[in-house]
């Protein structure tokens, strides 16, 4: 992890972030939330940030890791809503558009977005 003063406690945070987008993706399609964007903008959008916040509590020499659980929690995701029937389906452009918000997020991560979370302790320095 980078030196990070509450790094379990980022870590913790992660760990929901991904059971609330297992959540969400796992949900009957009739309980869902309509953003009014495509679910493809959706999907992009949500594996930045999952993306990014991963690369902001470890350092550099894991984001090869980070991009490959990443992809496996989406190919996971993707097979459980095949396999369950609540009105969700297999979809592979979504593993395409989760693809595609995962090497975003990397980019933005080597782009200097990666620090964000030393950043940010650094900007809070009581808590």
């Known amino acids: 992890m980078r030196l990070l003063r509450h790094p379990h406690l980022w870590l913790v945070l992660g760990w929901m972030?991904?059971?609330?987008?297992?959540?969400?993706?796992?949900?009957?399609?009739?309980?869902?939330?309509?953003?009014g964007v495509s679910d493809k903008i959706e999907h992009i959008v949500g594996y930045i940030a999952l993306t990014l916040w991963f690369a902001g509590i470890y350092p550099r020499s894991r984001y090869l890791h980070i991009a490959l659980g990443m992809f496996l929690f989406g190919l996971i995701i993707e097979y459980l809503q095949g396999a369950m029937h609540f009105g969700r389906s297999r979809d592979y452009h979504d593993v395409i558009a989760n693809t595609v918000g995962i090497a975003v997020g990397l980019g933005a991560a080597w782009l200097g977005l990666g620090h964000w979370a030393e950043w940010f302790e650094s900007k809070v320095k009581r808590w």
């Open 17 to 35: 972030l991904l059971i609330a987008a297992a959540y969400v993706s796992l949900m009957p399609a009739k309980e869902l939330p309509h953003l």
